[in-house]
Antibody
Framework: EVQLVESGGGLVQPGGSLRLSCAAS????????MGWVRQAPGKGLEWVSS????????DYADSVKGRFSISRDNSENTLSLQMSSLRDEDTAVYYC??????????????WGQGTLVIVSS | DIQMTQSPSSVSASVGDRVTITCRAS??????LAWYQQKPGGAPKLLIY???SLQSGVPSRFSGSGSGTDFTLIISSLQPEDFASYYC?????????FGPGTKVEI
């Protein structure tokens, strides 16, 4: 059974930094692209970033480009999102998600329970 | 960026009803479209991928169709557990984009 467990969320001041992690199990982590999707309170889903299986390709939403960095450790089956220069509008539940494959066109077929990030002074 | 729109934004329905949700892409995406279901307080769940392929374990009352710019999700006979929000998402290119969602209410 695929399991994705996020951690690292919390309260951070505007301009601050936070690192989210996602522990993956139940599948061959090295075969699949992974991503982060967020949801602001009461709002819809927003794709944040994706990384290919071997970290060759990374992509970001314009709203986070230059501030967020996605990475993965295939030896530890872990996905990370380093967030810096945080803004109020980054407040959201952040979901870790597994892609259906490692192609450039894929979907998210497994999701974690999410971790809440609150950016506020 | 490819913009995704959905209609309606919300729909009131009863158990047993047929519900249709539409999604439109601002440019052609072939069949690179997914539908997700999200219940309050829960994570999204993949229902349909490649516009019309049913994800494993998803009931057959869910179906998807369309290609190019116009897509449809149909719930043929609404069940109590189907009251949720539904989102379309294009997988044609980055940045990935979601529709604003459709809330299916009682």
């Amino acid at each position: 059974e695929v399991q994705l467990v996020e951690s690292g969320g919390g309260l951070v001041q505007p301009g601050g930094s936070l690192r989210l992690s996602c522990a993956a199990s139940g599948f061959t982590f090295t075969r699949y692209a992974m991503g982060w999707v967020r949801q602001a309170p009461g709002k819809g889903l927003e794709w944040v970033s994706s990384v290919s299986s071997g970290s060759v390709s990374t992509d970001y939403a314009d709203s986070v480009k230059g501030r967020f960095s996605i990475s993965r450790d295939n030896s530890e089956n872990t996905l990370s999102l380093q967030m810096s220069s945080l803004r109020d509008e980054d407040t959201a539940v952040y979901y870790c998600a597994k892609a259906t494959d490692n192609s450039g066109k894929n979907y998210f077929d497994s999701w974690g329970q999410g971790t809440l990030v609150i950016v506020s002074s | 960026d490819i913009q995704m729109t959905q209609s309606p934004s919300s729909v009131s329905a009863s158990v047993g009803d047929r519900v249709t949700i539409t999604c439109r892409a601002s440019q052609g995406i072939d069949s690179w479209l997914a539908w997700y279901q999200q219940k309050p307080g829960g994570a999204p769940k993949l229902l349909i991928y490649a516009a019309s392929s049913l994800q494993s374990g998803v009931p057959s009352r869910f179906s998807g169709s369309g290609s190019g710019t116009d897509f449809t999700l149909i719930i043929s006979s609404l069940q109590p557990e189907d009251f949720a929000s539904y989102y379309c998402q294009q997988a044609y290119t980055f940045p990935r984009t979601f529709g604003p969602g459709t809330k299916v209410e009682i």
